[in-house]
């Protein structure tokens, strides 16, 4: 059985959805004939390469809210992560354009060394003091990951290489309705939206195993969109 993933590096959820995933799938008996398969999706596409910026701001001007309101709403995410296990660095990131890293990502597809990179990658965007968006930090984590240097070296050089897998991955999340991430597609026939506790994604593999259709689930759970922004649940509301 194959899961694709929709996911985007600077999505908070989905880092947190990737860990909840993962337990699920631990907790699944078939978990040993599962695929996994990690696909691109950009939350702000429109960002231009190079273009970063502090996220506590952007999250201000893009609710209205106030710097320390913002502060509020990244505390909250990151107490999410924290609960599955995960650093988080609630200050002191930057948000940008992705589209190199989808681009490097299917390169470490191609060599077996997706799962090693998406890994490094989450925790340099949200645990450590290391940006994502800049040519230099993309090599470290590739050859962290594994990768040869002179291939991730001339993949970020080639501002064609793999572009189109990049883009052919974003034609099909919106050609199967997805306006925000995660996504997670079972089998091409079920989906499950947002970054769910581990015990759903377990039932969702048992009953895709089986080939029951899925009850719709996933409405109230946390993800981000396509204009970059991401839902942030109020204390005591379901993550």
């Avoid at 974003?170 to 050609?175: D, H, L, Q």
């Amino acid at each position: 059985m194959r899961v694709e993933i929709w996911s985007d590096i600077a999505c908070p959820w989905c880092y947190i959805g990737k860990a909840r995933f993962e337990q699920g799938l631990a907790a699944f008996a078939h978990r040993d004939q599962v695929e996994v398969v990690h696909r691109s999706f950009e939350l702000d596409p429109n960002r231009a390469k190079g273009e970063t910026g502090p996220v506590i701001p952007m999250l201000a001007k893009k609710y209205g809210r106030t710097l320390e309101e913002a502060r509020s709403m990244e505390e909250h995410v990151a107490s999410n992560a924290r609960a599955e296990g995960l650093d988080y660095r609630a200050e002191g990131r930057d948000h940008g354009n992705t589209f190199e890293i989808h681009r490097l990502l299917h390169l470490a597809r191609a060599c077996g060394r997706q799962d090693e990179l998406l890994n490094l990658a989450y925790r340099a965007n949200f645990a450590e003091e290391r940006s994502v968006f800049d040519a230099e930090t993309l090599l470290e984590l590739a050859v962290e990951a594994g990768l040869d240097a002179d291939e991730a070296r001339a993949v970020l050089a080639d501002e064609d290489a793999y572009a189109d897998e990049v883009r052919a991955d974003e034609r099909e999340a919106a050609e199967l309705g997805a306006t925000g991430v995660p996504f997670f597609v079972l089998d091409r026939r079920y989906g499950v939206s947002g970054g769910q506790p581990a015990e759903v994604f377990t039932q969702a593999l048992e009953q895709a195993w089986q080939g029951r259709a899925i009850t719709p689930i996933g409405a109230d759970a946390a993800a981000c969109d396509t204009d970059g922004s991401c839902e942030v649940p109020q204390p005591g509301a379901h993550a």
